[in-house]
């Protein structure tokens, strides 16, 4: 059998006649009779019933056709498979990621997608959640690297990927620094430093605040976690932090639990549930997701 036999036979089959099946296919009707005709001849079988009006099938052509159709779903879906590692092998992934990604190790994960993927071009852009989320609204990023908040979109969908946990930080020597967890209550009088106002961070302050009776004073917002500890660190206020921030090296901060501290937005893989990513942006998001599975989170 070859396989352009199948597929005239298929197309025959499917548009009820052989006329309708060469002009689907635009090739000449006498070239589909004469493959089909080959076809019946190699298995020696009537495949379809003839006759001035209609074109049926036989038993043997029903039994064919349901195998037919299989054997040609697989080879498509065969080539399809070819053609995504072909642009996996070619192809481009623009990923954004906030400064904390929780337990998920971002550059051991790009480093061993590179290596597995060396032909697949590979841009990271760092910012605040809302930055990125709206880039990736724009389809400038293929997905998100970051915290998933309450008010998360739904158009877009999240797959966690590291755990994250808020802590206190205070300049060293501070007069609440020591072993118990800290009342937010304690810390009314306290100013604050914090990411701007509308980013996640300082909603998170704010709802401590609230919940602990006041409002919080931040008189130095900054851009991002390092500058938060760096400002801490010189005795100019107080922070949330995440825990992963709080100990990484850098200047010295007093890292303190506080009583009933307010959760941390899980650290999920963000994509955009309305635009199909490429061959490679689905290789990359596949690996990243097995190695959260994994690995430490």
Do not use: K
């Not at 498509?76 to 053609?83: E, F, H, I, K, M």
């Amino acid at each position: 059998m070859e396989l352009r036999q199948l597929r005239y036979f298929e197309a025959v089959a499917r548009l009820g006649g052989f006329t309708r099946a060469a002009e689907h296919l635009r090739v000449a009707q006498s070239a589909i009779s004469a493959q089909v005709r080959a076809l019946e001849t190699d298995i020696g079988a009537e495949l379809f019933a003839r006759t001035t009006r209609r074109v049926s099938l036989t038993a043997a052509g029903e039994l064919l056709l349901h195998r037919v159709r299989r054997v040609l779903n697989e080879l498509d879906g065969a080539r399809g498979d070819l053609a995504d590692l072909a642009a996996v092998l070619s192809g481009h992934v623009t990923i954004g990621a906030t400064a904390v990604v929780g337990g998920f190790d971002l550059p051991a994960a790009l480093a061993s997608f590179h290596s597995r993927h060396p032909g697949v071009g590979l841009t990271l852009r760092s910012g605040l959640i809302a930055a990125l989320l709206a880039d990736l609204d724009a389809g400038s990023l293929d997905f998100v690297v970051g915290p998933v908040h309450n008010d998360l979109p739904s158009r877009f969908s999240a797959r966690r990927v590291g755990r994250e946990e808020v802590v206190l930080i205070l300049p060293p020597g501070h007069r609440l620094a020591g072993s118990r967890p800290i009342p937010f209550a304690d810390l009314r009088d306290e100013s604050f430093v914090c990411l701007p106002a509308g980013s996640g961070l300082r909603a998170i302050l704010d709802g401590a605040a609230h919940r602990a009776g006041f409002e919080p004073r931040v008189p130095f917002e900054t851009h991002g976690p390092a500058s938060i500890r760096e400002l801490v660190s010189v005795g100019l206020g107080v922070a949330l932090l995440a825990r992963t921030a709080a100990v990484a090296a850098g200047p010295p901060v007093a890292v303190q639990p506080a009583d009933r501290a307010p959760a941390h937005p899980q650290i999920s893989l963000i994509h955009h549930r309305d635009r199909r990513l490429s061959a490679a942006a689905q290789a990359c998001r596949r690996q990243f997701v097995e190695r959260a599975a994994t690995g430490p989170t």
